[in-house]
């Protein structure tokens, strides 16, 4: 005689059991039997997928589009670059964007000293960010999108201040 084990007790009377055949489906209200998951249970089973999908939070986060396709993101793994367009990735600030991200020519000045000045490429448009302080490595910025920091070693952009 095969042992029939218990897996687990599921909604509507019904059980998952293991016996030598291998996985099988018994109510034991109705007293039926099947080796598939029963029409009922597979629908609830997806509603309950469905309602914690819905509750699970944004597992990526869009940060700010940066024009020409491509936006800044955050997941678990953290910043990154993404590009609609062509489904490109990327850690590192993606070389169409990088003058665009530094701060513009006109914020030359600004009263900085040389060392703490950024290096700016000739022909940025003034439109882009304006420079409003900058502590070490670190450039508070505003463009038309709010205020962001920047890191001017990586030239990534943080909506919020660095820890």
Not at 20 to 26: A, C, E, L
Not at 42 to 54: I, S, W
Not at 132 to 154: P, S, V
Request: net charge negative.
């Amino acid at each position: 005689m095969a042992q029939v084990q218990v897996l687990r007790e599921l909604d509507g009377g019904w059980l998952q059991c293991q016996d030598g055949q291998g996985v099988f489906f018994y109510n034991r209200v109705t007293q039926q039997s099947s080796v598939e998951m029963p029409n009922d249970l597979r629908a609830q089973q997806q509603q309950q997928q469905q309602q914690q999908t819905a509750a699970a939070p944004p597992q990526v986060q869009v940060l700010r589009d940066l024009g020409a396709g491509w936006l800044q993101c955050q997941d678990a793994q953290g910043i990154y670059f993404y590009n609609q367009v062509t489904q490109q990735s990327s850690v590192d600030v993606p070389v169409e964007l990088k003058a665009p991200l530094q701060p513009p020519v006109s914020m030359q000045s600004q009263p900085l000293s040389g060392a703490q000045q950024p290096h700016m490429s000739q022909g940025a448009p003034a439109s882009q960010a304006k420079l409003k302080q900058q502590l070490g490595n670190w450039m508070i910025c505003e463009d038309a999108h709010g205020e962001f920091y920047m890191d001017a070693r990586t030239q990534q952009s943080f909506d919020q201040p660095p820890a």
